[in-house]
């Protein structure tokens, strides 16, 4: 049975709603209160950090690396509470908590208004104005608290599966509703979504180890985990904590292997299918040589929007299909990643390199692929190519192309194709050749600067100058931005070709 | 030496021509490992070679001109440029840089101490000597004091926000929402940063220096950012400023394009220290430098006030206290540099011997870690 996410807004109904759908499926019931309570017991003070949120102006380092532990401890509280059965959980868009997750129903309540409105003038004794404006102001701050830990709108309401409106519609009724939904085959767990849960957990529960083990609670880690392995990416000047990261997660449940990679940064290469033998592997690894960065590889199958089927044509995921009604959401890791483990040995290869920073893999529509792009990872490039295999070249370009162009609105890192990539990275002859002109005309503008210095004095000082003092502000309008662009540019060539750019 | 069109330009020789490169290149170097504007070195530097202040000041703006642009492109690739923040600023800054304008030149053609250093150019030199001193004095101390502080453990090593959180309380309508920055800034404050800023910038090029600082500490914008939008604004207000000291005859393209040659190539390698270096440390070494530079400049200003006859001592101290002035100001330049070089190598060493991948074998009944 799927974990019903319900979230709503206080004095709204949703509480009562969720509590009366867990009565009535006879689920377990677990809301916000119970997961803040817990993170207040870590050391995540959320009274505060919701203070913070609404009351100062940025979003602080100190507050993102709260919220990052604060949503570890949501998620493995959720995760726990749901790997013991059926689980009915009422907050604020909690579902954004199981990205690649499908056993869960997303529901939305809508509340009556003047319901609201007299249930806040009721319990909270104010008068009519001052409701109106708690209200305002509480939904206000929630909107704010949403867009900070999970990066959405509350009110997209694209990110449900079900809204309900209490308009009209009574809080018993709208209950058995949810209950008939709860039930379809559509929200029931896959081996697939529940290993994807897994994973949820052991990340989670790898952040909250990290967080409150005082050796490393200060470090700057970033945790992705695939198929029970553990990648822990650290940053050059934390590399003492390298041999105490596998003490500090030594023995946690579910954790088969645990590797470290020291990076500067990281770099997202995203593809459908790896090789480590092929030119753009040596390129990306070249590149995170240079930049000192950790690759972290997702393998992406295209499934066509959200929500689509995704062809399954390996033997695992043809024995999940029976159990699902015919729909299912992703696939199990090792089944999308292909028979020829090509996608693993990509990834034992960076590890043999220093510069892994974990791999897994996503199917499904575009949303899916931006949900599995960590946001508490700061990428510094995506690489995108390789994908679409099953189209004729033109539309994979268009696609590829089209994809990117999407991803430019979700994840801050410039997009790079392998083939800018290349551009980048190499000095082409084209490229030489411009350098060289810039060169030139460097050594040239100079020689006329310091050949000629009483005429350029004297426009810029001098009798000349009094004559005409424009000419100085054009000269230096156009001389200054001139010199430096060539110069530049001539460096930048330079510091490519020494490979130290 | 005898300056040329009376008291405006130095005479260029092989000897001092180097001296600027050089200058160039241990402000580029600091430049790119502080984040912000190295004219704190570059201006009393050049004043130490006998540059007059308000060339030095204009000839420096004409070299970031550029500089600022090519950086500004590089940021806004990274996403890094908040142009609705960067605009608001400049809409400021440019009247602040014209009253700063107008100040210098006003202050230089009252001339003063002819035949000394900087011309005769004393009272504008010790305007800019002043606020020079004042500004980098506060900025300086306030860096220092973030930078070695006893923190608690839970507020990791970011910047201090005590000062962005109050301003933020203060009930200062119409706010403005900066979306790349994330933060949300009481409007009259932004403006207010711009005008100081240019005038800063116009006073002594050290605008920058003041505007990453302020908008980290006083906005709480992130640093990354913070740098971005003041490029992106100061190659507008720079431009602005390098145009209008030109007008008024104050820029030597000559000391700019010398500038240029050393300063971009410290900037790639000042960028690249900061990769490797902790944060703390890096605005431990900005402030020790920016504090040096502050006395650099104090020393020197006994010689102005002199010049202008409001302190009398022998003639024959002069070329002390300016030697020390620039033995100081090149020991911090020069030892800034070399301590940002020697934290670069010794970290591209360091992370040649980890081992950069530590594998842990799990499996195991026996827990052995490989």
Known sequence: MPIVFVSGVPFGGGERLAKELARKLGYAFLDREEVVARANESGIPVGKLEVALVKKPAVQERMVRLRDRYLAVATATICEKAAAGNLVYYGRAGHHLLPGVGHVLRVRVVPEPARRLETVMERLRLPREKAEKFIRDVDEDIRAWVRFVHDVDMEDLQKYDLVINLEKLSLENAAAALCSIAELPDFRPTPASQAAMQERLLRARARIRLALDERTADADLTVRSSEGVLTITYVPRQAQLAPLIPDVLGDLPGCREIRCTMASTNILWIQEAFRPDSGTYREVNELARRWGAAVELLQYRAGGEEGEAVPVEVAPAAALKAGTGGVEDDLPEAAAGGADRSFERTLEALVQEGRSGGGHTVAGGRDRLVGAISRSVPYSLVVVDNLFLDKSPAARTRMTRELAMFLTDHVKAPILSTADLSSKLHLGRGEVLKAFAAGALVVLLYCAIFLRQEGLLNVLGGEAHKAAPWVASVLVALLAPVVSVLYGNLLASAMKWLKMD | ?370
């Open chain 2, 1 to 370: 030496m005898p300056m040329l069109f009376g008291d405006l330009f130095i005479h260029l020789t092989w000897a001092n021509a180097l001296a600027l490169v050089l200058l160039g290149l241990v402000g580029g170097v600091i430049s790119g490992f502080a984040g912000s504007g190295a004219a704190f070195i570059m201006t009393p530097g050049m004043m130490n070679l006998r540059v007059p202040g308000v060339v030095a000041v204009g000839s420096n703006m004409a070299h970031r001109f550029g500089n600022n642009m090519m950086g500004a492109k590089r940021h806004a690739g990274l996403g890094n440029v908040d142009k609705r923040l960067s605009i608001l600023l400049l809409v400021t800054a440019v009247i602040g840089v014209q009253i700063a304008v107008w100040i210098n030149s006003t202050l230089f053609k009252m001339g003063g101490g002819e035949g000394h250093e900087g011309g005769g150019g004393a009272m504008s030199n010790l305007y800019i000597s002043l606020i020079f001193i004042g500004v980098l004095t506060f900025v300086g101390a306030f860096m220092l004091r973030d930078a070695v502080r006893p923190r608690d453990s839970k507020e990791g090593s970011g910047p201090s926000m005590k000062l962005a959180n109050m301003l933020s309380r203060l009930p200062l309508p119409p706010y403005v929402r900066f979306p790349v920055a994330d933060v949300r800034i009481s409007l009259w404050l932004v403006l207010l940063l711009g005008l100081v800023v240019g005038f800063l910038d116009g006073t002594v090029a050290i605008g920058g220096f003041l505007g990453v600082p302020a908008m980290i500490y006083l906005f709480g914008v992130p640093t990354t950012v913070a740098t971005g939008s003041e490029l992106f604004m100061a190659m507008f207000g720079g431009a602005w400023g390098a145009i209008s000291y030109a007008y008024q005859g104050f820029v030597d393209l000559r000391l700019s394009c010398l500038l240029l040659l050393g300063s971009l190539m410290g900037v790639y390698i000042g960028a690249y220290g900061t990769k490797v270096v902790k944060e703390v440390l890096v605005r431990l070494v900005a402030s020790s430098i920016i504090l040096l530079c502050v006395v650099s400049r104090a020393v020197a200003v006994p010689v102005y006030l002199r010049q202008l006859n409001f302190l009398h001592f022998s003639e024959g101290w002069e070329p002390w206290l300016k030697g020390v002035s620039t033995a100081i100001l090149f020991a911090a330049g020069v030892g800034g540099a070399g301590l940002v070089l020697f934290y670069v190598v010794k970290a591209t060493l360091e992370r040649r011997k980890v081992h950069s991948t530590l594998l842990v074998r799990k499996a195991a009944a026996d827990g052995r870690v490989s």
